[in-house]
């Protein structure tokens, strides 16, 4: 488990349920559209806006945004997006609750140099702590959170040239940034391994874990893969690699990154959540794809049952074609769903058969009455 810390009104990691964040992608100059497009994230169930701050008076403008929300009465965490500009992230740090700075495009920039001696390599960590003085000062000071982000692609001459374009490259990239903020006193953040090869997303944020665990660090984990695309490519890509680590029991933050409106990624971020157990919104289907045994609708009878009942947060219900199956595989589900002949189902209550051979017709009917019999019905 890793460590709790304060990210505005929200607590991230330290078993805190796993917060569901997304970007803006308006023109951060645009107050109007850009707190616009904050609370239609925060209305889809957004817990975290991240706002790019690509120069200082980008940075300042998050001052008008914070305060315009806070008019319309929302109070969500902001993350500033920092890249090459140092100036903007201490700017930033003063005004949002979180800067997200990449360490390879941030501070550690030797453009053209592929070679560096072992003298060159370490006085070049030394001037990275340095330039990074000023900015964690300013961070404690606020009680500003950082999230130290590495993107595959984005990493130094310095670290490209003893590890290649490699997850270790990554992770070692984010420890090192970790080690500077840790001789300086400074511990309020959160890494992440970004990458758009789901695998290199996946091995780089398991060997960081594994490398800051192994000095004695447990910082909070933010997921996502980068550059996921849109549609289903970009659903399925950030479901494989943001659920292989939360399966893993790694991830404290994820992003799911679609080249949609923004709004689109919430839900996806929550179904992700859902399908792991890492977070219960809604209730949770167990059915099966039906074959040549099945003697109803089942498809039809699954829309019609999500339709009624999908509102009940962490009810689990099994629709299952037929006997042969459906009972075992549907062994933790509280309510079942089980075709028992041609237009029959027979309704249990966990493991325990309650209602036999009920028309079809009359099936859903019977099971909401069933759900609503045992305490676990809330209307919609």
Not at 39 to 44: H, Y
Not at 73 to 101: M, Q, Y
Not at 268 to 282: F, M, N, T
Request: aromatic share 4%; charged share 25%.
């Amino acid at each position: 488990m890793s460590k709790q810390i304060q990210i505005g009104r929200l607590l991230l990691g330290g078993g805190a349920p796993v917060v569901v964040q997304s970007m803006t992608n308006t023109d951060t100059m645009d107050t109007m559209a850009t707190v616009d497009q904050t609370l239609r994230l925060v209305e889809a169930g957004c817990e975290m806006v991240r706002i790019t701050a690509p120069d200082v008076k980008a940075a300042e403008n998050l001052y008008n945004i914070k305060n315009e929300l806070a008019k319309r009465g929302c109070s969500v965490p902001l993350v500033a997006d920092i890249h090459f500009n140092p100036l903007a992230a201490e700017t930033a740090a003063t005004i949002v609750d979180k800067v997200r700075v990449n360490p390879g495009n941030y501070t550690d920039r030797n453009v053209g140099k592929i070679h560096f001696s072992e003298e060159e390599y370490n006085d070049e960590l030394k001037r990275i702590s340095d330039k990074m003085s000023r900015l964690i000062d300013i961070c404690k000071t606020h009680g500003t959170a950082m999230r130290i982000g590495t993107n595959h692609g984005s990493l130094s001459e310095r670290i490209m040239s003893r590890y290649g374009n490699t997850p270790e490259g990554m992770a070692q990239s984010a420890i090192e940034f970790a080690q500077v903020c840790r001789d300086q006193d400074y511990d309020k953040l959160v890494f992440s391994m970004k990458a758009s090869n789901v695998k290199v997303m996946v091995q780089s944020t398991r060997l960081f874990v594994d490398k800051m665990h192994a000095l004695g660090m447990d910082y909070p984990i933010h997921l996502g893969v980068t550059e996921a695309g849109d549609a289903m490519q970009g659903r399925l890509k950030s479901a494989a690699g943001i659920g292989a680590l939360l399966v893993d029991g790694i991830g404290d933050t994820i992003r799911v990154s679609l080249t949609e409106d923004p709004v689109e990624e919430i839900p996806v971020a929550y179904d992700i959540l859902q399908a792991v157990g890492a977070r219960i919104s809604k209730a949770e289907y167990i059915a099966c794809p039906s074959c040549g045994r099945t003697q109803y609708d089942i498809q039809q009878a699954l829309q019609e049952i999500k339709a009624r009942t999908q509102h009940l947060k962490g009810v689990k219900i099994g629709v299952m074609g037929c006997i042969v199956n459906g009972p075992g595989e549907m062994a933790d589900a509280h309510y079942g769903y089980v075709g028992s002949g041609a237009g029959k189902i027979t309704l249990y209550k966990g493991k325990e058969v309650v209602r036999r051979n009920i028309d079809q017709q009359d099936a859903v009917d019977a099971l909401v009455a069933l759900i609503k019999e045992n305490g676990d019905w809330v209307d919609a």
